[in-house]
């Protein structure tokens, strides 16, 4: 099961304060979708949702994209907890920055799970007939 939103509203699916931190999961505003790209060590990932924390405001969203599985909720309130406990410090990838109207630093990172091109080649190769000629 996905999650289904309206592309200009968003819905909260979990709220909560844990260590002086306010979490929050919700899905986009925008219709934001799961999509593929590099990770930074250019490993290929499909990306399930945006990470965002303001660490002067000790705010910490999870943007889920619309058509994420319902299943990684409990994956991303699990991680939330974990990083409000550890006071926002992220081990791993660095963030994208940005301010905020008001001044305030904000850092985001996009969550995702390994693709295997190989199998993603051979699924695809299975509904392509790779021994005829195309002519352009």
């Known amino acids: ?3 289904i939103a309206h592309p200009s ?3 909260t699916l979990y709220e909560a304060d844990e260590h002086g931190w306010s ?5 986009s505003r925008t219709g934001k979708r799961m999509h593929v790209g590099r990770a930074q060590d250019g490993s290929v990932v499909r990306f399930y949702c945006a990470l965002t924390i303001t660490p002067a405001e000790k705010h910490l969203e999870v943007m889920m994209y619309d058509d994420t599985s319902i299943g990684y909720i409990g994956k991303v309130i699990r991680i939330a907890h974990a990083l409000a406990r550890r006071d926002g410090e992220w081990r791993g990838a660095d963030w ?3 301010r905020k109207s008001n001044g305030n630093e904000w850092l985001s990172i996009k969550l995702g799970d ?3 091109v190989n199998e993603a080649f051979a699924q695809l190769t299975e509904r ?3 021994s005829s000629e ?3």
């Open 1 to 3: 099961m996905t999650m």
């Open 9 to 11: 509203a968003c819905a």
């Open 23 to 27: 979490l929050e999961v919700r899905t």
């Open 96 to 98: 994208g920055r940005g």
């Open 114 to 116: 390994p693709v295997d």
């Open 128 to 130: 392509i007939d790779l």
């Open 134 to 136: 195309v002519h352009a």
